[in-house]
DNA sequence: CAGTGGTCTAGACCACTCC
DNA sequence: GAGTGGTCTAGACCACTGC
């Protein structure tokens, strides 16, 4: 067994969904059959189920077969945190030109979401993100001190930094993304060679690690007509919120 | 029992963190602690902490106890999808204003967000939405035609219409966010009372019954500044993606 | 090394769907 | 009414954390 019994079978039901064999609303085998068909107890074929259900790919109701459901091809967690990795995916080159980067004072803003102590200092990096060429991003992202030096010492001009840092040992683990739209200052204009008030797709993203410290607070800022974010929710799973601007401070950062 | 023990637990320890018995990064009690204390298997308990895991309200690994993640509270799925619920969570007083409301043939965007086929028709509905008094939303709903006839029967200016069909037994299980930013057209401006191509968060959303039915495709469009959404992840449960924008169709929309 | 969560089993009863 | 998923139990072994 190269991993768990109960990823396989998931890993087994996603590939026969991308591969055809199940259509958007088809129904899938139930779980004593498949249960029979894998040599599990019934726990183990629910606990299957249960990822996907996580990840927004079947529905299920008591009483009826479990249902496939339409929307995008899910991403891992890892592809939607790596730009390189993601655009590798779509069958796009990747790219990055650093705009700048130094280890400096935190920011108010900084020290909040990086859970910092007064007087902290944090390595900030700002860099121009490409797809084939064409600007489409940037990314503006500031990391605690062990990570920032390991960030700092690498070639960023051509290397993914999270597929570095994982190869360096560092996890990350949750991600919490506050999405907003917000109109290009003169500076974003000119690095994304648009013209200034154009709306771009901003994403304010806290990475942590599998203890809750917090790792990386970045702001990315796409072109608005190159990307967009697909999130899937549902009564069992619904880890979007919908907030007020200018929000009041929620109780973890009061 | 009013309702599942499990539910019972993590309502309970979703209570616990939000009256601030554990704070962001707090270890919470053991599985066999809990366990005792509510004379339940550990099975049970297990399901309550994988529930707050969906939620992204607490991280889990292998040995170490678990502990309560920083982030937004989280919102049910009820109120993510009603905006007078929302408004009224955040304190503020919801409305509406009908701009029209028509039963028409569905464009193609909509024939195949509702999976409807050739010459299908939809009810069509564009709506103001003011935050105490101030606008903040456009929101235009296409329905499938069953859910549709319900909503042309209501009085669109004062009711929330997911919490009338909810009453009617209109049960919505799934919903697949499509979120990106747009310059507000000559029409949005003039509803939303601000300069054209001001910049607007806007969330296409489809949202489906529980056998996998799509009864409503809306595109809802926030004045960038007045709202954000917020998204958690992690590599358990990872259902959001990025996507390019004039995306290649997915197996499920070809 | 003790504690803790991750995986898995084998069985039970119930609520609901679908024909 | 047969099939199916939802809930719950009791126990087992293992991998990992933290002291």
Known sequence: MEQTLYRRVAEDIKAAIASGTYEAGARLPSESELAQRYGASRGTIRQAFAALRADGVI???????????????????AELLSFSRWARAIGEVPAGRVVTMELR???EEERVHLELGEGARVYHLTRLRLLSGRPVMIERSAYREPVGAMVAGMEL????ITERLQALGVIFADAEHLIDAVAATTQDARLLDI???????????????PSGVALEWSDDRYIGDAVAFSVHNSAQASALSRLPSIPRPTPAEA
Chains 1, 2 share one sequence.
């Open 59 to 77: 529905s299920s109701r008591q009483g009826a077969r479990r249902v496939v459901l339409g929307g995008p091809r899910v991403q891992s967690f």
């Open 105 to 107: 004072a935190a920011t």
């Open 157 to 160: 001009d051509t290397v993914s």
């Open 195 to 209: 013209r200034p008030r154009t709306p771009l797709l901003r994403e304010r993203r806290r990475t942590t690690d």
